[in-house]
């Protein structure tokens, strides 16, 4: 029976957390808490201000764009009031290893009859490839992998005609999701789509094509959004994503309670009545909270680490795998930065861990002065590692290869990122066991795991969360 007065514990200030709270609200819950470790919301939606030319504006090191797919962000935006009318445009190039410019899709420049027979392949393939999902595998189109491992499909519709509304029902052929992306896209003869996919895919962070299951590939980067980005129709927000959520957490009856980590959590035996004993942290020290629910929406691995997790909650969560994605603001000499943002596809493979991928060039207007973020992974499936003192150096060594020399990184980083499970564990219904999990001694699992790590998917799994359990 649904009791709106329940004293609910959200852990993460994150997108996910605070589209939890915005979603309870708006159901009539009232009686809910945020904790977010930092000193602001957001997570990794980080925007922070930088002076240029004597004005201060934003710029992103953490989450950039959105789509015309970004139906539940849209909800937060709409929530906090905020717009995505007005962000700067983000045009692109490319380039290779070695820095030189290249056309890998215009059929004019560096004519040749082998160019152009590749790209009518390519063309070819991606028909085939929106005919294909929207028939042999349809109902892959919704947030969540609820059931895909057995050939069923059950989420939140991510189709622009049916946004956010659930779906569900059997489709065997769902299981080649499991599949690593290269894989599924061999088994359906369209491996060239692969050339399209990668740009936003592996530059964005989110791994290579032999160690993703498809199903994170194509949940996120559905048919529409890939076009959607082919014709660069995405777009930014002008203060920064952070703003959808820093104005989100201002409309929300009880806002985020900063610098507050969660240390503990102690909840009642399974299958007994009793509250959940929070032990959280902030300046004053530790002090312990009751509440009666509890949505995790932080790096589930981690949980395990601080919270009284069952053996099957540990066993499972064991099995979360990261990527590694490490970034900087550039700052140039006057007016030697980048105009425009380059993505570098030779270096989107795994052979070229550690080397910059992409870089992002914010404001047109402030042309080669602009600060620009550049990205790199450093780790891969079956590969070692390449170390983060590497990676930062062969980044730098890229962008002089490019012709823009860093003069200083600003807000360098390392990020957890793409939190997924093997192909191999997918396919055991590593999902169907979390769902199972959904609820049992008052905790829920939310972020970036359940659907895929975006801002669109993680909050439309709270949406998802809060429809179906509150
Ligand atoms: C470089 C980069 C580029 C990206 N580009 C895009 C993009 O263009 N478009 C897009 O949609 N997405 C993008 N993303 C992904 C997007 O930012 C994430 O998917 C999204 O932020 C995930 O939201 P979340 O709330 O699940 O997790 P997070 O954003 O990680 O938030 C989790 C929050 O929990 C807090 N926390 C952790 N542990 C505790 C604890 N014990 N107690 C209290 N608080 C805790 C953290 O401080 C954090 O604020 C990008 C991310 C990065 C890093």
Redesign the pocket.
Known sequence: MTNLNERICI???????ISAAMYLQKKGYTNYEI????NKV????YSPKIKVNGEERSYE??????AITYHAVHEVEEFGGTSHADGPNMRRMYRDSSGKEIFPFDIKKNFSIRKTLGLLKLKKQMKKLVEIMNTKYKGYDCYGHRGVAQGRYSGLDKSVDNALNLIEGENPNLKDLALPFDQFCKLNGVEEVMRIWIGPYTS??YGYFDEIPAAYVMKYLDTTTAIEFVNMRLWTWKDG?QSIYVNANKKLLHPAHLN????KVVRPAEGTEGKIRVTIKDADGERVEEFDKLIV??PLD?FAG?ADAREEEKELFSKIIHEK?V?FIARFDENAGPTISGYIFDNMTYDRLGHAMVYYHRWEDLKGNCPSVV?ALRNHLGSKDVSYDYTIDTMMKDMELCGFPVKERMFEQE?Y?CPHVSSKDYADGWYDKLEAMQGKQGTYYA??IISF????D?CAASKDIVTRFF
Do not use: N, R
């Not at 852990?11 to 957390?17: E, L, R, S, T, V």
């Not at 904790?35 to 930092?38: A, I, N, Q």
């Not at 507050?260 to 240390?263: A, K, L, Q, R, Y």
């Open positions: 852990i993460g200030g994150g997108p996910a957390g904790y977010e470790k930092l957001g997570g990794k939606s090191t953490g989450a950039i764009m959105g964005f962070g994503t507050t980590e969660v240390v929406t932080t981690y601080y994605y970034d990205y990020t990122y972020g970036e790590g975006d801002m669109e993680t």
